[in-house]
């Protein structure tokens, strides 16, 4: 299939989602253009390294998203916006600079689903470490999981978690680099496992944060109590020897 591509800067569109982009260079705005003239159908890849302005082959990964625009909106500034709904994985088999924009033959691919005691392990295994990315992660809300435990298809499930984890591009990319199903959830797993261990380590740092915090400031309660104390009683001239180690073991328990 004869696709334009769209390359994309640090995000990674997976097939079965739906993804606003906002398109502004030139070769893209062509790429859009041509789709829009044609069938709507795009093909979207991210690239390797977003600081590029006018990527060519060499910039984008080989794998990506075949998507069809669904929706599109000119704004006033020159850009588009369009929303693009991803339907199935793809392979560039060969692709050219086709009047400013690339242009790929692209290769669909539809995982083979073996339902297998393997992608029975794999996915009871996804399931759980999803469960604990989302109750671990702050800025994913708790819907998120019940919209994913509504999902029968396993490929939908793989790339609805791939979408929703917060990871690096790169990251994201290797779950699309490979066409068998097991070694994609293989990959997500990896992708799981490591962005929970980062997040462990950020709950762990903000614990001893907050514990430095709350120590310092009880350390400085006391000491304005001992302070006030110590006022008082030389307002009183009732200052003692003993005052000093009562003092002291005040520190010391605080």
Known sequence: TQLPVLPLRDVV???????????????????????????????LVAQRDSQVDEPGRDDIY???????????????????????EGEGQGFIKSIVDHGGFLEAEVIANSPEIVDDKKLQALLRQTREL???????????????????????????????????????????????????????????????????????????IDTKVQDTIQRSQRQFLIQEQIRALQTELEEEGEISPEFGKIVEGIRQAG
């Open 130 to 204: 999803f469960q604990e990315y989302v109750a671990l992660h702050r800025g994913i809300p708790q819907e998120t999981l019940v919209s994913y435990e509504n999902l029968a298809d396993p490929v939908r499930g793989l790339y609805f978690i791939a979408a929703n984890v917060l990871s690096r591009v790169e990251a994201k990319q290797r779950v699309l680099e490979t066409a068998d199903l097991r070694e994609q959830y293989l990959e997500l797993i990896k992708i799981l496992k490591d962005e929970i261990e980062v997040l462990r380590l950020e709950q762990e």
């Open 13 to 43: 569109v997976f097939p079965h989602m739906i993804f606003p982009v906002l398109v502004g260079r030139e070769s893209s705005l062509r790429a859009a253009a041509e789709a829009l003239g044609r069938d709507k159908y795009i093909f």
């Open 62 to 84: 080989a794998s990506g998203t075949i998507a069809k625009i669904v929706q599109m909106l000119r704004l006033p500034n020159g850009l588009m916006k369009i929303l693009v």
